[in-house]
């Protein structure tokens, strides 16, 4: 499989050079120059195999070639043996026609678990294979890094620095990152905001002699391998739901659009998705723009869905550069727009192409909260807020009643025990396997919000350089 770059001005590449590379050369987005394409039946097909069963026939023709098959399916089967549910990503019934699918069974109870865990198999898998060692750095406000850690945690091909705001986590995201014991798990704690931690990782990368001195190395959301490993629960939910007979609707709680072009990407190659529906919080550019066509960012507000809590967000790019039939030029002019004006020129046909397939609709924290309240109420369950934001969604804007809808759950309610107990009067039960957390050592840096200062310690603190191992 080629990957090309939405911005059409860096090499082609491979699966594997597109996985470590993350971001293109011309600052954009890898995407695969075709979809490959499942037929009716070679979807039906899918029915009653196991989630690893499916996700090997998924994800073996993007992979193509760059690892062989029995290998791929032994790290599909390894990145998935640690999650708490036998069916990995199972459905929930919560009225006659709507489903929540829960994605919150991996290690650190969100969805980034599903990627991030293929992801760190993935990285060993080949950097071994080429003797290389990478040191991966990151800025987290709570839920991506303690999933690339988790993901890395004990990997001999790699060292992960996380840095977090101090004191600006909740405690149950902090503890899940410096709970981990595992030497090549660096927790840093800034003295400053979660911009300034990602200031701080932006620079590290912009100082391209210390770039090349550590092989650093990014698992953020616009990798294609974590689109990749999302488009396979998709599939999984929608064969046990009924396609290719019918089809289905998903509602997405939405910040970077990465999970739902990941359904996208399941449409493009078959699957009989009927409709694609984005929940926003308060930051609401995606649902200003499908609704109303305007992209123009505002400035982020805190809300009680943290990981969506997103003004820019930078998987868009994909969607515009396939609506678009390929074409460069209005992802570069597109993106120039938004740059310098902080409104993207959007071309009228482009967003009435986006309508055929999206819906969108934004809600904020009063909302989550009654319809966290809500759902406590009518079904007996209790659901995170940023789930919340997907279920006001599907119910504002699904419309055909005789097909299934589906709620991606992104996180589990012990994630966001206080939004859950103002909503319900209820405490959501961490899981068990995940209690030890709460009482475990910590282990974190406190750092100052200084270059130079983050720079030395992952230098003294990184195992190895770009220098093969
Ligand atoms: C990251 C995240 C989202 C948003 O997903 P995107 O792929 O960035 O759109 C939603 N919910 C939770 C719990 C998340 O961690």
Request: with cysteine; net charge negative; charged share 20%.
């Amino acid at each position: 499989m080629d990957y090309i770059s939405t911005r059409g001005n860096a090499p082609v590449l491979g699966f594997e050079e597109v996985m470590l590379a993350g971001l293109a050369k011309d600052g954009g987005l890898y995407v695969p120059r075709e979809w490959p394409s499942l037929s009716r039946a070679d979807i039906a097909s899918l029915r009653g195999l196991s989630y690893a069963e499916i996700a090997e026939r998924i994800v073996t023709p993007y992979v193509d070639g760059a690892i062989d098959r029995a290998t791929l399916r032994g790290l599909i089967d390894a990145a998935y043996a640690d999650f708490g549910h036998p069916a990995i990503a199972p459905l929930r019934q919560l009225d006659s026609n709507f489903w929540l699918l829960e994605l919150f069974h991996g290690p650190t109870l969100a969805f980034k678990d599903f990627a991030l865990q293929l992801l760190g198999h993935l990285f060993d898998e080949v950097l071994a294979r080429r003797g290389e060692h990478v040191t991966i750095v990151g800025a987290t406000s709570g839920d991506t890094g303690s999933a690339a850690i988790e993901a890395c945690k004990g990997r001999e091909t790699v060292d992960i620095f996380i840095l977090h705001p101090d004191g600006r986590t909740s405690e149950i995201q902090r503890r899940q990152m410096t709970t981990v014991d595992a030497a090549n798990v660096h927790n840093i704690a800034i003295d400053g905001t979660f911009d300034d931690c990602q200031d701080l990782v932006k620079a590290m990368f912009g100082d391209a002699a210390f770039r090349e001195s550590m092989n650093l190395s990014a698992v953020n959301s616009i990798n294609w391998a974590r689109i990749m490993a999302q488009i396979v629960y998709y599939f999984s939910s929608a064969v046990a739901l009924g396609a290719p007979d019918r089809k289905i609707v998903y509602a997405v709680p939405t910040g970077n659009f990465g999970d739902i072009f990941a359904g996208y990407a399941a449409k493009k190659m078959g699957l009989p998705i009927e409709r694609l529906i984005v929940g926003t919080n308060a930051n609401d550019i995606l649902a200003r723009f499908f609704q109303a066509g305007d992209m123009s960012a505002r400035p982020v507000v805190p809300t009680l869905s943290p990981a969506m809590d997103i003004q820019v967000s930078s998987n868009f790019e994909r969607l515009l550069f396939d609506l678009a039939d390929n074409d460069p030029r209005i992802v570069n002019q597109a993106m120039a727009s938004f740059r310098e004006a902080g409104a993207m020129a959007c071309p009228p046909e482009i967003r009435d192409r986006a309508r055929e397939d999206f819906d969108a609709a934004r809600l904020d924290d009063d909302g989550i909260l009654s319809v966290i309240s809500a759902i406590w109420e009518r079904c007996g369950v209790l659901i995170d807020p940023h789930t919340a934001t997907g279920i006001h969604a599907a119910e504002e804007c699904a419309s055909s009643p005789e097909n299934p809808v589906v709620v991606l759950s992104t996180a589990h309610p012990a994630k966001f025990p206080d939004a859950v107990a103002k909503a319900t009067g209820q405490s959501p039960e961490l899981p068990a396997r995940l209690a030890h957390i709460l009482t475990a050592k910590e282990r974190y840096s406190r750092l100052r919000n200084d270059l130079a200062a983050v720079q030395d310690h992952v230098r003294s603190h990184a195992r190895a350089g770009g220098a093969p191992t």
